[in-house]
């Protein structure tokens, strides 16, 4: 109402100029400052009937259709910013200020919904993330942990007016800090400039995958003063007899370290080598113990749990932990799921590429000891 209202009265204003004009000098208008005015007073009617018309809208009050629902907002929001979002690398800004990308402080772009897509995408890429405890907080965080080890809560026999000794375990904790890592995807300014290119879906890949490549090699083997991962973190182990090689019964050991209570989600992490090296084994009655199972989550099934192939996994050398096995639920993930996203179009012109770099935050421990074990080589 408040633009209609100003373009009318700019016209008005153009037709007051044009009218003194012409008193000034004592003339009547000319042929074009006739066309002119006519027009001008063409256009501020049409505009008036406008502002009326809205205004009679508006004194009839809403209308009863049902509002939007919760899902119908939530899709338009992601669809405005993921339009918005391939609009900015685009270098095109959108007039509409509610589809328009928010500015941080320290100049990144944060689209809510796109950097919620990215993380999605990391879990969907990496069993391993999809399956730990997740924690999507900021700052450091501290979480209980129940510890038996030393000594256990214990029952015994006892007599009448005989006191009971007190033992229970003791609570210890796991801190999970944040750690600030960044992906890095460059466009090509050849694909930018095509308009049907889901250019949001590029992105969103190409970083999902850069992130999770490395987050699961974090979860598995961790960094010195940084993310801690599985390796250090896991206190059940077998040693195999051999530095290049498994056996059998090496392999129901690790299996049997983990308790029944937590066999149920339990899987097995190796790499593509180790795999081909247990596919040979069998047992006594020369049934091979790892077999292909259609219905098994990725093709193939040890000793009757799922076995997972990760690029990240080392093969079995001397020292090596070459297998995980266990509830991966037992490793606690805290991710920031507000990333910094920033556009950097400067920095690749001679590449004719726009890169786009993505800041996360995140830590992993083990918080549960009994549900991972791993097979560590001679």
Same mark, same amino acid.
């Given at each position: 109402m408040k633009k209609l209202i100003e373009t009318r009265n700019q016209k008005l204003q153009e037709m007051d100029d044009l009218l003194q004009k012409a008193k000034d000098e004592g003339r009547p208008f000319t042929e074009e400052e006739k066309e002119k005015f006519? &027009?001008?007073e063409a256009s501020a009617k049409e505009l008036l009937e406008t502002i009326n018309a809205a205004k009679r809208r508006e004194e009839a009050g809403a209308t009863e259709e049902e509002p939007d629902s919760k899902d119908d907002a939530e899709k338009k929001t992601e669809e405005q910013e993921s339009r918005a979002f391939a609009n900015y690398i685009r270098?095109?800004? *959108? %007039?509409?200020?509610?589809?328009?990308?928010?500015?941080?402080? !320290?100049?990144?772009?944060?689209? %809510?919904? @796109? +950097?919620?897509?990215?993380?999605? =995408?990391?879990?969907?890429?990496?069993?391993? &993330?999809?399956?730990? #405890?997740?924690? !999507? @907080?900021?700052?450091?965080?501290?979480?209980?942990?129940?510890? *038996?080890? #030393?000594?256990?809560? +214990?029952?015994?026999?006892?007599? *009448?007016? %005989?006191?009971?000794? #007190?033992k229970s375990g003791k609570f210890l904790s796991v801190e999970l800090k944040d750690f600030l890592a960044g992906a890095l995807t460059k466009v090509s300014r050849s694909l930018i400039k095509k308009a049907n290119f889901d250019l949001t879906s590029y992105v969103v890949r190409?970083? &999902?995958?850069?992130?999770?490549?490395?987050?699961? =090699? /974090?979860?598995?083997?961790?960094?010195? /003063?940084?993310?801690?991962g599985l390796d250090k973190g896991v206190t059940q182990?077998? +040693?195999?007899?051999? &530095? *290049?090689?498994?056996?059998?019964?090496?392999?129901?050991?690790?299996?049997?370290?983990?308790?029944?209570?937590?066999?149920?989600?339990?899987?097995?992490?190796? #790499?593509? =080598? %180790?795999?081909k090296a247990i596919r =040979?084994?069998?047992? !006594?009655?020369g049934n091979f113990l790892l077999n292909r199972d259609v219905t098994a989550k990725w093709g193939y099934t040890l000793l009757g749990k799922d076995v997972y192939v990760s690029e990240n996994m080392k093969d079995m050398a001397t020292g090596n932990t070459a297998i995980f096995y266990g509830d991966m639920s037992g490793l606690a993930l805290k991710i920031a799921e507000d990333a910094n996203i920033q556009v950097l179009r400067e920095k690749y012109a001679t590449q004719h590429a726009i890169g786009v770099v993505g800041w996360i935050s995140a830590d992993a421990k083990v918080e549960h000891t009994q549900k991972i074990s791993k097979l560590v080589m001679a």
């Open positions: 006519d &027009a001008l270098g095109v800004v *959108e %007039t509409r200020a509610e589809v328009n990308m928010t500015q941080g402080d !320290n100049g990144a772009v944060i689209p %809510t919904t @796109v +950097t919620k897509k990215i993380i999605e =995408k990391v879990y969907d890429i990496s069993p391993l &993330a999809a399956q730990a #405890s997740r924690y !999507n @907080v900021a700052g450091n965080l501290v979480i209980p942990k129940y510890d *038996e080890e #030393s000594q256990s809560i +214990t029952v015994t026999y006892a007599d *009448e007016f %005989t006191e009971l000794e #007190s190409k970083m &999902a995958e850069a992130i999770a490549r490395w987050l699961e =090699k /974090e979860l598995l083997y961790g960094t010195d /003063e940084k993310i801690e182990k077998v +040693t195999a007899a051999n &530095a *290049e090689k498994v056996t059998a019964d090496e392999l129901i050991d690790v299996q049997e370290e983990v308790p029944d209570i937590f066999q149920k989600d339990a899987i097995w992490i190796m #790499s593509r =080598k %180790t795999r =040979k084994l069998k047992d !006594n009655d």
